[in-house]
């Protein structure tokens, strides 16, 4: 994500930002609310250098409940500059992600 999209366009615009679902099974899959030294370390050992912030609700822990059996997490969601969803899914597509942010970014 962060090649492919942050590094790639963000000097044209586009914003980048990873969510960590916070509570158990969060992106460093330990059993922490809001741990925001152990994010912060996760992601500078993987050399993240996008933003990355951690949800601070209980949204991940009501999608798991309601997806017994499989991770209701990675979802790739794509808004426009008019604040409106132009793309969502929940099995990352590098090429069709990128087909709508190049014409996004055309506009």
């Known amino acids: 994500m ?9 000097d044209q615009g586009l914003k980048v930002i990873a969510i960590d679902p916070g509570g158990k099974g969060g992106l460093n899959g330990g059993d922490y609310t809001d741990d925001l030294p152990g994010v912060q370390k996760f992601v500078s ?14 949204n991940y822990l009501a999608y798991a409940k309601n997806y017994k059996g499989q991770n209701p997490f990675p979802v790739d969601i794509i808004v426009g500059k008019d604040g409106k969803i132009a793309y969502i899914a929940r099995e990352y597509d590098p090429d069709a992600m990128t087909a709508v942010v190049e014409k996004l970014l055309a506009q």
């Open 2 to 10: 962060e090649n492919r999209f942050y590094n790639k366009y963000k």
């Open 45 to 58: 050992n993987l050399g993240v250098t996008m933003p990355v912030g951690i949800e601070e609700t209980t």
